[in-house]
């Protein structure tokens, strides 16, 4: 895919991997639409994108936990820029523990991680299809490929968010609708540091011991050289693949494993 002239969304924008993502996308040439929660830092982006390139970046605070905050998003970057080339579903939440946590939690892992790519899609695939091309990505985890120690909703919501991407290669692909995914394993964002259940629990100390935690810059840029080359499966941290090769080849060794590295991690509790 080719950046420069072309239309993007990114959601989960207002920081982390999401701004970087939209930083990296418009130094590139793409005008971007940006979304989020937190509209004043998300606004701060949009200002700082404008700063560098007048009117090429639009903030739109939407919930994309809901049905109705992707139609917003969607029908607000088409009226403003045109059809949208690339969408990057991105934002995600991190909560819960386990099946005795609150259903408020798991309702909200699974629309904010899961449902919102489908509600995105289900406005974005009429268009893409009528024009032969289009191109969604998605922000899953390593999780999403291996599991999640601590967080049963976060690695069941990322299980889902690759099989949706997969879901969707298969069946559109040949339709001129290209698909990535991206699974990282530890970046230096606000969810990995503060304010999320994985923090709370053992999640986050399994991440840090699994490999380095990277800047989403860096994440942005390997990124951008996937769609670029419009690679499905992005891994900015290369040994997933590795311990997604392993755990397919013996999947008892990889539980008995991952059993041991829990205990490591909680101290046997």
């Known amino acids: 895919m080719e950046f420069n002239g072309s239309n993007v969304v990114v959601t989960g924008a207002a920081g982390g991997i999401g701004e970087a993502l939209a930083t990296r996308f418009h130094a590139a040439g793409?005008?971007?639409?940006?979304?989020?929660?937190?509209?004043?830092?998300l606004q701060a982006v949009a200002d700082r994108l404008n700063a560098v390139r007048a009117n090429s970046a639009l903030a739109v605070p939407a919930d994309i936990g809901t049905e109705a905050g992707n139609a917003t998003l969607v029908h607000t970057a088409e009226n403003a820029f045109?059809?949208?080339?690339?969408?990057?579903?991105?934002?995600?939440?991190?909560?819960?523990?386990?099946?005795?946590?609150?259903?408020?939690?798991?309702e909200l892992a699974f629309n904010v991680n899961v449902h919102a790519h489908r509600w995105a899609a289900k406005y974005l695939l009429p268009?893409?299809?009528?024009?032969?091309?289009?191109?969604?990505?998605?922000?899953?985890s390593a999780a999403g490929l291996l599991s999640q120690i601590g967080s049963a909703p976060y690695s069941l919501t990322k299980h889902a968010a690759v099989a949706f991407a997969e879901w969707m290669s298969i069946t559109y692909g040949d339709a001129g609708v290209k698909v990535s995914v991206l699974c990282p394993q530890g970046v230096n964002t606000d969810?990995?540091?503060?304010?999320s259940d994985l923090t709370a629990g053992p999640g986050a100390a399994v991440v840090r011991a699994s490999g380095a935690v990277l800047e989403p810059s860096d994440v942005a840029e390997v990124v951008a050289a996937a769609i670029a080359a419009e690679e499905f499966l992005i891994l900015p941290h290369p040994e997933v693949l590795t311990y997604l090769q392993r755990k397919t080849a013996d999947y008892g060794r990889w539980l008995g494993g991952m059993r041991k590295l829990q205990a490591r991690i909680t101290g046997g509790a």
């Open 127 to 140: 268009g893409w299809l009528a024009r032969g091309r289009g191109y969604f990505c998605s922000t899953a």
């Open 82 to 106: 045109g059809p949208i080339d690339l969408f990057f579903a991105n934002a995600g939440v991190g909560i819960g523990r386990d099946p005795l946590s609150p259903e408020s939690e798991w």
């Open 191 to 195: 969810m990995l540091n503060a304010g």
């Open 30 to 41: 793409a005008r971007v639409v940006i979304s989020d929660v937190q509209a004043g830092k």
